[in-house]
């Protein structure tokens, strides 16, 4: 029963804090003490250490000198890959899968496409931040590939970390919204060479306008004014937030 309530603990640890890194409660950069932290959430520094060290796999924190922990940032180049990787795993769903779409599909991506609107509207993000997520992750849904639809999961923390920090950027979530009206339409039109034209210029304009503000700010990361492919986004973030 210990050895269960620990695990428990240590678990409940992980998400706590994987939620605060992904919200940016817990900053790009950020040092992290595990006493402090410990101290802070009102226990031991055992599964606070645990938690840490489950969230270096996921690439949400890296360790530091004296037995700290830091907040990884992000980078230009990991938002590169993730995008790049976006289109290719949704793009491969989809053309394995349209025929398959019935109204049933249709009607559930309507249903979605409709509350993000709303959710916009209101600038609920974290709501609609939830309904983009289901409205791309229903491709792999329909797709029924354990294997590559767990691939897609991993991606979504990190996904999602990197729309909160988008967040402040730019206005990306108001032209994100007639952008999945756009690809919903080609996937009702059953046109797969529209349906990936219309994602590919989604997911593109989402990178393209991020690297675009982050550029603004290179002239603070370089003295010759140019932005390396590896260069932190927290540089950029704390001259917005």
Do not use: W
């Not at 994987?18 to 520094?45: C, F, T, W, Y």
């Not at 354990?146 to 730019?170: C, G, N, P, V």
């Not at 002239?219 to 917005?240: K, P, Q, R, V, Y």
Request: proline fraction near 1%; hydrophobic fraction near 40%.
């Amino acid at each position: 029963m210990e050895i269960k309530e620990s695990a428990s603990l240590t678990f409940e640890t992980y998400k706590r804090l994987k939620d605060d890194i992904i919200r940016l409660n817990l900053k790009p950069g950020e040092l992290i003490i595990v006493q402090q932290l410990a101290n802070k959430m009102h226990i031991s520094r055992t599964p606070v250490r645990e938690a840490l060290t489950m969230l270096t796999k996921d690439a949400f924190v890296e360790k530091a000198e004296g037995n700290k922990f830091r907040v990884t940032d992000i980078t230009v180049k990991s938002i590169t890959e993730l995008y790049t990787i976006r289109r290719l795993l949704e793009t491969f769903a989809v053309k394995e899968t349209l025929n398959d779409f019935t109204q049933e599909d249709f009607d559930y991506l309507e249903s979605n496409t409709e509350s993000y609107r709303k959710a916009y509207e209101v600038k609920d993000y974290l709501q609609f931040f939830t309904l983009d997520n289901e409205f791309h992750h229903y491709f792999f849904k329909k797709l029924d590939n354990k294997l590559l639809y767990d691939f897609f999961e991993q991606l979504s923390d990190r996904q999602q970390r990197i729309r909160f920090a988008t967040m402040y950027i730019y206005d990306r979530p108001g032209l994100s919204v007639q952008e999945h009206i756009n690809i919903l339409n080609a996937l009702k039109r059953k046109d797969f060479a529209e349906f990936e034209k219309e994602l590919c210029a989604h997911l593109s304009k989402v990178e393209d306008d991020m690297m675009a503000k982050v550029s603004q700010q290179r002239s603070a990361f370089t003295a010759n004014g140019e932005l390396s492919a590896d260069m932190s986004i927290h540089a950029a973030l704390i001259h917005l937030l």
